[in-house]
C-alpha cells in the first residue's frame, strides 16, 4: 500500500451502488490454490496494490498456511481505481483490508455494515517529512510551515490541530500530490506520505526528518481486517482460520525478514528488491511492539478506537452521527485466535 492514503469520507450511496455492480465480482489475484475438495475458497480485497503491507501474508499463502488451516484464498488486489467495500458487501469477497482505521469508522457513520476483527500495523505510516535545515519533530514545530497534504488527508490535519489544541490557520496546508517535488524544490517546508514508501521518499535525502502522525498525538490502527456483521456472525470461524494462518506469515516474517522479502518478490515481481530489503525492518517494527508481545500480532485496544471515533466526531467528520464503538469493532475473533498468534515485540 505503498501510494495509498487516508480517505475517510465515503458516501453510502456510492457503496451500495459499486456493490451492486460488483455483484459479479471476479476474484483478482490467486497466488495459490487449495485442496479442491477440503478447502474453503475465501477472497480477501485489499485497499491498495499488493506491497511491503501484505507481506505476511503473501508468506502465509507462499508456505501453505492457508492451505493447512483448510483455506483457498485469493488476494484481490485495490488501487486507486477500486472499491474496497462494494466486493465484501456484496459477498463476492468474505473479508477486506482498509489501510487506515478512519475508512472503516466512515463507511459505518455512512450505514454500511462492517467491523474491524484485527489490525495488523500497531500505527498508521502516515507522517510528514521535512528537511533537516527547516525539521518539523514536534506539534510546536508546525506553527508557520507550509503543510504538503493530500486533500483526502486533509483531515488528518485537522484532527491533528484539535486534538493539540492548536489553531489549524498556524500552518498553511496545500493541496499536493504523491510526489515528494514540493518538498524538494521547497514549495512546502514539509510533506505527507506513508513511510513505508521508502523508495519516494529517497528524493529527500538520507538525512531526512519523519515524524509519525501518531507522535502528533493522532493514534490510529493500519492494514485493518474488517468483514460484514453477517459473517462476523454466520462464520466468525472462516475469520478465525484466515487471521491464524496470516499470523504464522507475520511471525516467520518477523524471523526471517529478508527470506520474507525473497517471497514476496516471487509472488509479485513488479517490486523492487532492493528497496524492500531496506524496508522490512520497519515493515516489522510497524506491525509489532509490547502490546503484541503480551495480546498476540493483529491485537487492538478498543478504546484507543473509541479515542480516534471521539476525535474525529470533534472535527466534524460524521454529519449524520458518529458511529458506536460497537458497531465499529469486535475482539470476538482475536478471542477465538489468542493462543495461535504469535507474541512478539518490535524486532530490535
Not at 489553531?167 to 510526489?179: A, P
Not at 515524524?211 to 475469520?239: M, R
Not at 467528520?317 to 458518529?322: A, D, K, L
Request: with cysteine.
Amino acid at each position: 500500500m505503498s501510494g495509498n492514503i487516508f480517505r475517510p469520507n465515503i458516501s453510502r450511496r456510492s457503496l451500495l451502488r459499486a456493490g451492486a455492480a460488483l455483484a459479479a465480482f471476479g476474484p483478482g489475484m490467486q497466488l495459490f490454490s487449495g485442496s479442491a475438495h477440503a478447502a474453503d475458497k475465501v477472497v480477501i480485497q485489499f485497499d491498495w496494490l499488493m506491497s511491503n503491507g501484505q507481506i505476511g501474508d503473501v508468506v502465509a499463502l507462499s508456505r501453505g498456511y492457508f492451505e493447512e488451516a483448510g483455506l483457498a484464498v485469493e488476494f484481490s488486489p485495490g488501487g486507486p481505481n477500486s472499491a474496497t467495500v462494494p466486493p465484501v458487501i456484496s459477498g463476492s469477497a468474505q473479508l477486506g483490508q482498509f489501510s487506515e482505521t478512519p475508512q472503516l469508522y466512515a463507511a459505518r457513520a455512512s450505514g454500511v455494515p462492517v467491523k474491524i476483527f484485527a489490525c495488523g500495523f500497531r500505527t498508521g505510516p502516515y507522517a510528514l517529512t521535512s528537511k533537516p535545515g527547516n525539521p518539523i519533530r514536534t506539534v510546536a514545530d508546525l506553527k508557520g510551515k507550509k503543510i504538503g497534504i493530500q486533500p483526502t488527508a486533509r483531515f488528518a490535519m485537522d484532527a491533528v490541530a484539535a486534538k493539540n489544541g492548536i489553531d489549524i490557520n498556524d500552518m498553511t496546508i496545500i493541496n499536493v500530490g504523491f510526489d515528494k517535488g514540493p518538498l524538494v524544490r521547497g514549495e512546502v517546508d514539509a510533506i505527507g506520505g506513508w513511510i513505508t514508501n521508502t523508495q519516494a521518499l529517497s528524493v529527500v535525502g538520507d538525512d531526512r526528518v519523519d515524524v509519525l502522525l501518531s507522535d502528533l498525538g493522532l493514534k490510529s490502527y493500519a492494514n485493518v481486517y474488517f468483514a460484514t456483521d453477517t459473517v462476523l456472525e454466520e462464520n466468525p470461524e472462516l475469520l478465525a482460520k484466515y487471521l491464524r494462518a496470516a499470523a504464522k506469515g507475520w511471525e516467520w516474517t518477523h524471523a526471517n525478514p529478508e527470506a520474507a522479502v525473497e517471497t514476496l518478490v516471487a509472488a509479485q515481481p513488479e517490486i523492487d528488491k532492493d528497496w524492500e530489503l531496506k524496508t522490512v525492518d520497519l515493515i516489522n517494527r510497524l506491525s509489532f511492539d509490547a502490546d503484541t508481545a503480551r495480546d498476540g500480532w493483529a491485537t487492538f485496544d478498543p478504546a484507543s478506537i473509541e479515542e480516534q471515533i471521539a476525535l474525529f466526531d470533534e472535527i466534524g467528520q460524521y454529519p449524520n452521527g458518529r458511529p458506536s464503538l460497537a458497531e465499529v469493532q469486535t475482539t470476538a475473533i482475536l478471542e477465538m485466535t489468542a493462543a495461535e498468534r504469535p507474541k512478539l515485540d518490535r524486532p530490535a
